[in-house]
């Protein structure tokens, strides 16, 4: 029960994560990578990831591990944390695009309430462009 009460704790006070730090955590989530296949996977310059991945190590989200292969050759692996993986679920929820979407939503339909007061037809309007447009996002993003 600790184990849990700690991941629970641990989630309700993750400090916010860039949109950066967010897609390195996703690249190491499944397996350890080197740094170079963490930058091919996120598509951004070693020069940009290298300090990302040290201040995710200080946090604690990313450890790394020193696999030796040919005599004097050995390459360093990251991998996430029992709270990176914490702070990463938590966060998860601003770096969907549905969800995400829909704050935006939210965000201009409110107030067009508000300034409307009430008028039925003109919500109904609005959240059938806006359905039709999540749809287009994500038709897109599939692809």
């Known amino acids: 029960m600790r184990l849990l009460r700690a991941r629970v704790d641990s989630r309700?006070?993750?400090?916010p994560l860039t949109k950066l730090e967010y897609k390195l955590l996703e690249s190491v989530k499944k397996s350890p990578?080197?740094?170079?296949?963490?930058c091919k996977r996120i598509g951004i310059?070693?020069?940009i990831i290298s300090p990302t991945i040290t201040r995710l190590m200080l946090r604690g989200y990313i450890e790394s591990t020193?696999?030796?292969?040919?005599?004097?050759?050995?390459?360093?692996?990251?991998?996430i944390t029992l709270d990176g993986l914490a702070t990463l679920e938590a966060n998860a929820v601003y770096?969907?695009?549905?969800?995400?979407?829909?704050?935006q939503l939210k965000d201009v339909i409110v107030p067009q309430i508000i300034k409307n007061e009430g008028r039925l037809w003109f919500v109904g309007l609005g959240l059938s462009l806006t359905a039709?447009?999540?749809?287009?996002?994500?038709?897109?993003?599939?692809h």
């Open 33 to 38: 990578k080197t740094e170079k296949k963490i």
């Open 66 to 79: 020193t696999k030796k292969r040919i005599f004097f050759r050995s390459s360093e692996y990251f991998s």
């Open 132 to 142: 039709c447009w999540l749809v287009k996002m994500m038709i897109r993003n599939e």
């Open 95 to 103: 770096f969907h695009p549905l969800i995400r979407a829909i704050s």
């Open 45 to 47: 310059n070693m020069s």
């Open 12 to 15: 309700k006070q993750a400090s």
